[in-house]
């Protein structure tokens, strides 16, 4: 399996160990019998958490999207391995600094990731041109 597979491995797991984390810590105030609105009604770093952890189910379906789409174009594994392992590095940054709630930081760093995945957007689709040129007909 690539280090980008494990990657995204990573990534689809996120959302739920923010979620978790979140849970865990409340003890014996946590609604597992109606969880969205025990998560709703939270305050402070376990509101960010369920936050962050929307976030990184937003985040999923671009980086597999483009995990993919650089594995189909043959991008260089090597490369393509690098920039998924620095994805999750700034998604794990991401989270700390949300549960911190550090928001201009939080959204530089946002901001970091979405180029991570828009250059791979990039890289794959630059790829597909010289693998599967379109041609007219």
Known sequence: MSIAVICL?????????T????????????DNN????????QTGWRQRAYWAHNNHLEAVAPFA????????????RAWLDQWAMIFIAVRLVYTVIYLANIGALRTLVW????????????????????VAPVVAG
Do not use: Q, S
């Open 65 to 76: 999207a483009a995990v993919i789409l650089c594995i189909v174009a043959g991008v260089d």
């Open 34 to 41: 109606a969880p969205r609105i025990w998560l709703e009604k």
């Open 111 to 130: 901001m970091g990731g979405a180029a991570i995945i828009v250059w791979m957007l990039v890289k794959a689709g630059t790829a597909l041109a010289v």
């Open 19 to 30: 979620n978790i984390v979140g849970k865990v810590t409340a003890g014996k105030g946590y």
């Open 9 to 17: 491995l990573i990534a689809i797991f996120m959302p739920a160990v």
